[in-house]
Structures are given as C-alpha cells and as structure tokens.
DNA sequence: GATGCCGACTGAACCGGATAAGCTGAGCAC
DNA sequence: GTGCTCAGCTTATCCGGTTCAGTCGGCATC
C-alpha cells in the first residue's frame, strides 16, 4: 500500500505542490474553492503529511518529550505520573502532536537525553518533573535553548517557563486542620529531601508549626517508596511521644504506613490519622479510605503541556500558579483518642 | 546556538557530505582512518544527526509507538503500564529509538491513531496491548502493513507477530496451591471480560475446576478498577457459602477486596485467602502482603520491543512464549480456618 | 490607455541526510 | 607500457514537504 504524498495530491486536484501546501496549512494563496477541492481529494486518497519532510522543512518536529527520572522500580507504583501524562496526552493529540517518552536513571542521562534530542531535533520542546534544589538540568535546558516547562517551582527555574500548585498552603491547611480535630503531635513523612517542593513543604511545616506552637511536630525523610514509608512510620509509632497523626507526602507511602499501624496493631483513625499527598484512587482503595491533599493531575498536565506549546510557539516563558491541592477528608482522620 | 549538521563535519574534516554520512553509518566507502578522523570531528562538534531528515531520506521514523486504550481515571492505578514502558524503553533507548505515547478512549480511537502515525510515517512499528477476542485492531494493522507487535495471546493476532505468557498453567498452579492448602471453595474476581487473557484464564479455571472437582468454583467479572473489585468481594462475602479463598485478576482489586474483608470483619488470610494476578510494589504495601502471581514485566516490555525492531527490521513475524507467571506466596494465603 | 495593484497560482530553492553512480589514482598482471 | 581492478572518495539526485520570488490575468485608477 502506498502512501500518498503531496505531489499526488496536486496532481490530482491539477495544482502544483506549493498550492496544496497553502491549502492544508490554511495560509493565504489559494482560492476558497481550490482549497475546498485540495482538501476533499486529500481526504478521498488518504493523505497525510509525512512528520519527517514537514520536520525537516518546517523546522518544527511536532513532538514534545518527557524524561522520567525514577529508577524503573517505583516508577509503576506511583499513579502520578500515568495521570500527568494522560493530561499532557490529551492536549497535545488535540493538535496532533506526539509525546515521545523516555525512562532515564538519573540527572547525567537525563540532560544527556535532552542533548540528544535537541541535536536530532526530535522533539520541540520538553516538560521537566520532579525539580531538585539547584537543579542541574536548568541550565543545561537554558544553554540549548531547548523551550522547557518546568513542572515544580515556585523559584529555582531560571529563566524557563514553569507551573507549580501552592504546597504550603495546601500543608498548612492540613496542619490547621488535625489541629481543629484535636492533634498536637503531628509526624511529616517527607519524600526526597532535595526535591523542591519537599523543601517548600518542610519550611511551611516548619512555619506552621512555630505559629501554632506543635513542639512535637517532626518531619522524617525518606524516599517514596511504600518500603521506606513504612519503615518510617515504624520508627515514629515505636517512639516514646508517638504522633496521634502523620502525613506522608506521596499516596504510596501513605498506604504503607496504613499496613504499619495496622500490623502494629493500633487503629486508624483511632489512634492514628493519616493524611496522604497526591490522592488517588490507591486513597480509596484501603480501608480506611485515606484522607487526602488531591487535585487535577490530568488537568495540571494539560495545563503544562498548553504552557510548553506556547513556549514553542514563541510566547515569553510564563509562571503559572495551578490549583491549590486541597483536602479531601475520609475515613483515616477524626479526633485522636483519649489516652 | 546553531545545530552543527552534516555539511559542517564535511567542512571541518575536509570532506564530502557523502563520506561523512558513510562514516557514520559505519558502511564501506570510506578508510578507517578517515573514518577516525570524522568521527572525532563529529564528537567535538556535538553533531548528531537530525532524526526528521534521517527519517526522510531513510524512510525510517526511528520510533515506534504505543497507544493506550484505557480511561484517564483507571490508566494510573495499576503499576503494569509503568513497568511494560521502563521495560520497552531501555531497550529503544539502547538503539537510540524513540518511543511515541498516546492515550486513546476506544479501538476506534486507536484505529485512528495508528493510521495517523502510518500516514505520517511517524512510527516504525506499534505494540499493541489488551488484546480482545475478535480485536478489530488486528486486521486494522494487517491492512496498513505496519509492522506491529501483540502483547497477548496465544491466538486471535492474526498474521501479526505475537508475545503472551502461559497465563493458563499459571492459574492452574494456583488453584492447585490453594487446594492443597485444603481449600475447596475458590471464587475469581476476573478482568474484562472480552480481553483475550481473561477468557485464556477462564478456560482455564473452568478446567481446573472439572478436573479437581471444585463445585463452588465460581468466576465473577469485574473492570480492574478498586471499585469495582471491592464490589464484586462484597457481594462474594455475603453469600451463603462465601469462598474461602479468591483470585484477583489485577493487583488493584486484590487491594480492595482485602480492604473489604477487612471491613468486613474478615481476618486474612485467616477467613480469606487472598492472590493477587501481577505482582507489584502494591501487594506488599499491604497488610498482610499479598500473596501474587508475578513476572518480570520490564523485561516483558523489553522483550516485545525487541521483537518489534525484528519485525521493523524485515524478520518474519515471530509468535513467542514469555516466561510464564510464578506464585510468590506470602501472608494473604493459608489453610483455611475450620469452621 | 498606460499604470499600478492584487489575488491566485507556479516554479524552484531549500531543509539535512542517504545513496547510487561516477571519478581518480594506486597497485598489479601481462 | 597498457589495461584492469578496486579502494576511497566526490557528485548528484532523491525523500516530501515549506516557502519565497515570480508570473499572469483582471480590475480599479488617474
């Protein structure tokens, strides 16, 4: 089966290439009924532009990349990330463009990748995840002037376009709220220390806790990893002033922190109440259904993928405020217990 | 910064367009000194080539593609995805191939899409996923002769090549280790239930049955969703002769059905049995942790993109036997409790 | 009635590689 | 010395689009 290209199209319609091109591209040079009659036979034979030719003369390659920077491990266990991208996804194939995706294993490979794309010029633009504390990919992305979105923030991003959701409000507002229900020792699991929004959530901890005067209220680092998470919350529930209520900043280890207190023997939300980061249906999944900071992970990567598409298209780099996370309360959170 | 392209390295080494291509491709043409000599250039300068013009020049896209047809709300819970991707993507990676993502509602919808990317030339092959009985994909596929990879079967591909795993011995294993753990009473919580797997592994469990002479062996049929699986649990629980133990058909509704024996009152594996088809970071999350029927699904992933670049590469379509499915028993499964 | 202008289109030159075909000089046989 | 082969290049063409510089006919303008 052969494909069709251009030249069939204009031989057909009795036109030269450069008329089909205007009348698909919707530019100026061609009558209304010759487009009409081009864009019909395209349609009769089949036709659409090859994405190399149009790449290479156009200088756009009509894709954007994503590099996902977690070892191959946890990356399936988070919902996160398949959300995200099912938002990206949707936008950009509402304009035909494609996502192109790599797994990589840390930051070296990772400006590797973006080193590599940009030379083949496979993609036009990229979304980077996961921003650390003087991330080294900023500058990388800067130097190659590859347009860039970054998805964490706000500050340490350079001069590229970025999207971030209010992390401190949103803890803060949590806080606030264990403490309306009755908690004073409050634990923070925290995910890896160097990320930055784990270091925007830990200085709103911090805050909070000053202002409300939670002398008990500890932060604990680990990794995100339901292992981790639940080795954490061992040690915390093992301690002499065990907290009455913990958060976790992703849902996985949250949930492994439920099974820790559980096979502990203690009762949530008892003597215990959980609140996860990132809901999810996971949240929902245990019993008790956990409490839980969620938001629009599709809409946020959709939002993130329109930014990039701007970037690409020109446009100054923005930096946007998305929707706040906010509280989803359920069975995993009530008052704690007399004792 | 300008892109260095071939001509640049032509230049700079004293040659023509032509023999640097040679070079590069690691063809005869050039001698191996000149061919030293570019290829050093080429690194100085920071050349790679422009994947659009390969593409064109070539006739290959230098990608291959994958459409997920699954609903946003349902397509992050389970960690397969994740795995099969990181799985499929270290081997592109190590070819330098790109791997194009798209998210799509229905089969119509990813019809569309692959007969998009044909016409684009965007993809040099596809992997396909979630097979069905009677999968209109399958002559879709046939029909544009895009080279393509199933992940499913055995059987219903068509002329397409093919990867499965024996999911039947599998699940004949299982029931087997149930029933020698003095179960008699085993009910299944099954997938969708026209994907190709399913109706391989009901077969299955209706012949097991028969064979063992296990009266009570009942199929129930489910989404993959929490919701769903919980559901279907409740509703097993609740009758007369409620199962003593229960197989899962995906790891996220093993999760919620111990959540509702939980909630029910129910010890695990104590009144229940619990196993878990896909083994994932999931199962042991949990507590108890569940017992599963695991693979290595990146190498899965791994193995089928391999297979696709042999196809891609003119090898006939090859219909291949993965690694089949082993139990991994821990604290969901044991003698059932004398009632 | 010559001039200018504009819309509608054509022709050709790109974009950056791959590759078939042609050229050149060295090495060798006779 | 002539003819032949062959490695090691160069040259030209092609892939399938986009785009710019023209061409041409028709119409308004002075």
New binding site residues.
């Given amino acids: 089966m052969k ?1 069709p ?3 069939d199209v204009a031989r057909r319609a ?6 089909v ?2 009348a ?2 919707g ?6 009924a ?1 487009r009409q009659r081009i864009l019909t036979i395209a349609t009769e034979i089949g ?1 659409s ?2 994405s190399a ?2 790449a ?4 756009t390659a009509g894709a954007i990349g994503l590099a996902l920077c977690r070892p191959a491990r946890t990356l399936g266990v988070e919902p996160f990330f398949m959300a995200l991208i099912s938002g990206v996804e949707a936008e950009l194939s509402a304009r035909s463009y494609a996502l192109t995706l790599q797994v990589v294993a840390d930051h070296d490979a990772e400006i590797a990748v973006y080193r590599r794309w940009w030379g083949e010029r496979r993609v036009d633009g990229v979304l980077v995840c996961d921003l650390r504390t003087n991330d080294r990919r900023i500058p990388a992305l800067e130097e190659l002037h590859l347009p860039a979105v970054v998805i964490g923030g706000p500050g340490g991003t350079g001069e590229l376009a970025s999207l971030w959701s209010d992390d401190a409000a949103a803890l803060t507002e949590t806080v606030e709220y264990l403490v309306a229900l009755g908690h004073r020792r409050i634990a923070r699991v925290a995910g890896l220390r160097d990320l930055r929004h784990t270091e925007i959530r830990t200085d709103a901890f911090a805050a909070v806790r000053q202002r409300l005067g939670l002398v008990d209220a500890v932060t604990v680092w680990s990794d995100y990893t339901g292992e981790e998470g639940g080795r954490a919350t061992r040690r915390l529930l093992s301690s002499a002033h065990r907290p009455t209520a913990v958060i976790y900043d992703n849902d996985v280890m949250a949930v492994a922190g439920l099974s820790v207190a559980q096979e502990m023997g203690l009762t949530v939300p008892g003597d215990l109440s959980i609140v996860a980061w990132d809901d999810s249906p996971l949240c929902r999944l245990v019993h008790p259904p956990l409490t839980a900071l969620g938001r629009d992970i599709p809409a946020y990567g959709a939002h993130a993928a329109r930014q990039l598409l701007a970037v690409v298209a020109g446009q100054p780099a923005g930096r946007v405020q998305d929707e706040t996370p906010h509280l989803t309360p359920r069975g995993s959170t009530a008052p704690p217990r007399e004792r």
């Fill in positions: 494909r290209t251009i030249a009795g036109v030269s290439k450069g008329a091109s205007y698909l591209n530019q100026p040079g061609v009558s209304e010759t036709f532009r090859s030719a149009r290479l003369s156009a200088a």
